[in-house]
């Protein structure tokens, strides 16, 4: 088993950054595929982006130019970055991991964390 704890969150200005991290623990050589995807009230769970052990990424559409992955393999942890957020990036973020593709989700979720930008 491999657990997942997000942090991070919270209220963002529009054109303001962030930079949520997720932590593993537990079975880590289950990890493979780390990602972050989102969900904004009434809307189905969407990629923002993922990044391979390997370092190979994948971005969700309209993502790619305004978020980041890093990895850090030897801390077990991922962070995603953006400094071009918009009001539209209000959803919860999900940090997830386990899959041996970086455009599919793996079996493993954390709880997620809460972002919102709004002036």
């Known amino acids: 088993q491999v657990q997942l704890m997000e942090s991070g969150g919270g209220l963002v200005q529009p054109g303001g950054s962030m930079r949520p991290s997720c932590a593993a623990s537990g079975n880590i050589f289950n990890l493979k595929t780390m990602g972050w995807w989102r969900q904004a009230p009434g809307n189905q769970r969407e990629l923002v982006a993922a990044v391979s052990s390997g370092g190979a990424t994948a971005y969700g559409d309209s993502m790619e130019g305004r978020f980041t992955v890093p990895r850090d393999n030897a801390k077990n942890t991922m962070y995603l970055e953006s400094n071009i957020l918009i009001p539209e990036d209000t959803a919860v973020y999900y940090c997830?991991?386990?899959?041996?593709?970086?455009?599919?989700?793996?079996?493993?979720w954390g709880q997620g964390t809460q972002v919102t930008v709004s002036s």
């Open positions: 997830n991991a386990g899959s041996y593709r970086v455009w599919s989700p793996g079996p493993y």
